[in-house]
């Protein structure tokens, strides 16, 4: 197989309520060129938290945090970004505030496109939050690869609204028996990483171990790429 290799987790981190030296190392041991945050920093201070959570994974804040209320993207150094921007959903009163994050990448020969997101734990709400990040998602110049916890499971309205005319990783290995929340009792497939079908799907696990256990409420999904080279 031809392309360039990447690899990428998608986690949320539960706003660093567990054990964050679980978490570091969690990150660390996977050696990751991507982390898509989901439950970042996104308060006080977020700037210097968000760094600070980069720093302690071996990686570089690439877009997110508070602009985009807690999505965070961070990148090795091995990946260079080119162009950033953050989206809001329209707020639900007495609902939580959610949004996305997106960052244009290159690596190797290879241009893409990194978006992050958090769907509301509303199944009224998610569909049109989903909606409008797959409206993002589409305008997008370069294949993408879309990290979310979506807060429901495959068949669900927005899950089907986000994968449409993308692959799932987990489909693609072969492995959408992996559960990844909660790491407490596992029950439900609600984190999830699709992908422009151009990128090929190398590996795809949802890490399963005692420092996982320990590091945050879901387990986090890890994905090897090979992205296609840009002409």
Known sequence: MGGVPLRVVSYNIHTQRDDTAALAEVVRAARPDVVIVQEGPRRFRWRRKCAALAESFGLVVGAGGLPALGNLLLTSLRVRVHATSCQRFPLTPDRHLRGAAFAECAVG???????????????????????????????????????????????????????????????????????????????????????????????????????????????????????????
């Open 109 to 231: 020969g290879a241009r893409f496109v990194v978006a992050g997101t958090h769907l509301s734990t509303d199944p009224a709400e998610r569909p049109a939050q989903a909606v409008l990040f797959r409206e993002e998602v589409d305008a997008a110049r370069w294949p993408v690869l879309v990290g979310a916890d979506l807060n429901e499971g495959p068949g669900g309205a927005a899950w089907r609204t986000i994968a449409d005319g993308l692959t799932d990783a987990a489909v693609a290995a072969d492995r959408a028996d992996r559960l990844t929340y909660s790491c407490a009792e596992p029950r439900r497939r609600i984190d999830a990483l699709f992908v422009d079908p151009r990128i090929t799907v190398v590996d795809y696990d949802v890490v399963d171990t005692p420092q996982t256990r320990r590091a945050s409420d879901h387990f986090p999904v890890l994905v090897d790429l090979l992205l296609p080279v840009t002409d």
